[in-house]
């Protein structure tokens, strides 16, 4: 998918970017499963497509698009059972939306309300125990020894959860996602580290990124299995998941995933990416979008329609009309919440701070 026919051998597929069947899925992969898949992904574009339009407005904070890789973010949630536990980043924002968070919820955040239940801490981020969503950090792959150390605990508990935890081809740079790894392969608790190789850590190409031909091959100096599945395939993508996910559920230990993926849009709304990539380049990776092949698949064997696809987008649209009216009528947050969850009492210089603040 990188251009670099080198690059990708080896890697996993079940639907050509024609919608052709060119691999084996998961053999429980149901008609419902998929179009539920198909809705999701969906829904994503939409939910992207509508931050991307009110953050000019001022009206939210900044956003992290996930155009391009939707099969990747909704291949792994569906893969996932009620009872395991979601690491997401920036990127990943929607896997609330995925795992029942309702809209509002997510919109608050986003406008920093007073009903924003982080309190406006880590805005772009998304984190809810109830759906077994851990918050992440502003750090990159900081979250990845912390999923470590999850599933570590959750095994010796002898809990039969799985810890997923996301993160990018850039965050796979940065130590703590070696020293997890290196502990996931010594320990094998059940995680899952699932890369989403999408070629631009923010203006740093891939290429030089790493001296590595890949992601996955790093996995294997731990002692990990290193999988490398098309992520712009969310039936390729659930298939390598499920399986490596089930495996981990019965002792079978850690792995990495490689979703092979483009970043189609800017790296965040404060980014402008025609600094460093040329139109061409994501002209390219249009080809290969994600929902176009199992849009294509899908309505071929008579389980999706325009009209069906059509219908899903005006009502979603309608549902964040309604979500974003009513989070700019709620009141903003208190700036004193930053104060607020951090020490059990305050020191002197945040109590004068705080007073400053009137
Ligand atoms: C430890 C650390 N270093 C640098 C940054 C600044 N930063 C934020 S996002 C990012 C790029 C990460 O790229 P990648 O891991 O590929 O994820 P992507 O944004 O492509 O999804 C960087 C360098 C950071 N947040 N944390
Ligand atoms: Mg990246």
Redesign the pocket.
Same mark, same amino acid.
């Given at each position: 998918m990188s251009g670099d026919s080198e690059a990708e051998l080896g890697l996993y597929r079940v639907l050509s970017p024609e919608g052709e069947v060119v691999g084996e899925p998961d053999p429980g992969l149901s008609n419902e499963t998929m179009r539920k898949m198909m809705h999701d992904m969906v829904v994503l574009r939409t939910f992207d497509q509508w931050m991307l339009k009110i953050h000019p407005l001022g009206k939210a904070s900044r956003y992290?698009p996930v155009e391009g890789q939707e099969a990747s973010v909704v291949g792994s949630v569906h893969s996932l059972s009620d009872v395991d536990w979601t690491f997401p +980043?920036?990127?990943e924002l929607t896997v609330g939306l995925l795992r029942g968070a309702p809209l509002t919820t997510l919109i608050h955040r986003m406008f920093a309300t007073s009903l924003d239940h982080m309190k406006g801490h880590e805005i772009t981020l998304y984190g809810d125990k109830r759906y077994r969503i851990v918050v992440g950090a =502003?750090?990159?792959?900081?979250m990845c020894p912390v999923a470590v150390g999850m599933a570590m605990a959750a095994k010796k508990r002898g809990e039969k959860e799985v810890f997923l935890v996301y993160? =990018?081809?850039?965050? +796979?740079s940065?130590g703590d996602f070696h020293e997890a790894i290196n502990w996931a392969g010594v320990f094998k608790p059940p995680v899952i580290f699932f890369v989403?190789n999408?070629q631009?850590?923010?203006s +740093?190409p891939f290429k030089i990124q790493t001296a590595a031909p890949n992601i996955a091959v790093k996995a294997k100096a731990y002692g990990v299995p290193g999988i490398r599945v098309d992520g712009n395939d969310v039936l390729a993508v659930y298939t390598i998941c499920k399986k490596f996910v089930e495996k981990a559920r019965e002792g079978g230990g850690a792995a990495l995933i490689e979703a092979v993926t483009y970043?189609m849009g800017p790296?965040t709304t404060a980014d402008d990416p025609s600094k460093y990539r040329s139109e061409e380049e994501v002209e390219k990776m249009r080809a290969l979008d994600p929902l176009k092949r199992l849009r294509i698949y899908l309505t071929r064997n008579g389980l999706w329609s325009n009209e069906e696809e059509q219908k899903i987008v005006e009502n979603f649209r309608e549902e964040l009309r309604r979500a974003t009216e009513e989070a700019e009528k709620t009141p903003p947050l208190n700036p004193r919440v930053i104060f607020e969850d951090v020490y059990a009492e305050l020191p002197w210089h945040l109590r004068e701070e705080m007073a400053e603040l009137g």
């Open positions: 992290a +980043t920036y990127r =502003g750090a990159v792959s900081l993160l =990018g081809d850039g965050a +796979t940065k989403q999408n631009w850590a923010i +740093t970043r790296h």
